[in-house]
């Protein structure tokens, strides 16, 4: 742990649904790289349109992460919590970053398929 620990989060905020309407954070800003499973997953979020129907899907990466311990952010239940800072780069919320809780980050997880050579050449 730091003597800044207080600080770690900066000016971020987890509201509607997530997002973060504070100042962006990186892993250069107390964000860890290292230490959950994760960290470089891509993950898809929703975007509802008014009858909350969802019209449209932003992707992006798991870039960061807090254990509990060092998050500044309480869940519901008062309790400390760690969260996942997601860095979005397609779709309508490109350029946008979240910070989610697991349950958020669980739910938003794209699905590794294993065994799926597409991204390397197969020999022929």
């Known amino acids: 742990g730091s003597?800044?620990?207080?600080?770690?989060?900066?000016?971020?905020?987890t509201t509607n649904g997530g997002r973060t309407t504070g100042a962006a954070a990186d892993p250069g800003d107390g964000w860890r790289v290292e230490g959950s499973e994760y960290v470089?997953?891509?993950?898809?979020r929703s975007i509802f349109d008014?009858?909350?129907?969802?019209?449209?899907?932003?992707?992006?990466?798991?870039?960061?992460?807090?254990?509990?311990?060092?998050?500044?952010?309480?869940?519901?239940?008062g309790q400390p919590a760690a969260l996942w800072h997601v860095k979005l780069d397609t779709g309508?919320?490109?350029?946008?970053?979240?910070?989610?809780?697991?349950?958020?980050l669980l739910e938003s997880l794209v699905p590794v398929v294993v065994g799926d050579d597409s991204a390397r050449g197969a020999p022929s």
């Open 3 to 13: 003597d800044s620990d207080d600080a770690v989060l900066g000016g971020t905020t």
């Open 40 to 44: 470089g997953r891509r993950v898809r």
């Open 50 to 77: 008014d009858d909350g129907k969802v019209a449209a899907y932003s992707d992006g990466v798991v870039a960061g992460w807090l254990p509990a311990r060092d998050s500044d952010y309480l869940d519901a239940a």
């Open 92 to 104: 309508e919320l490109a350029g946008d970053e979240e910070d989610l809780e697991l349950d958020e």
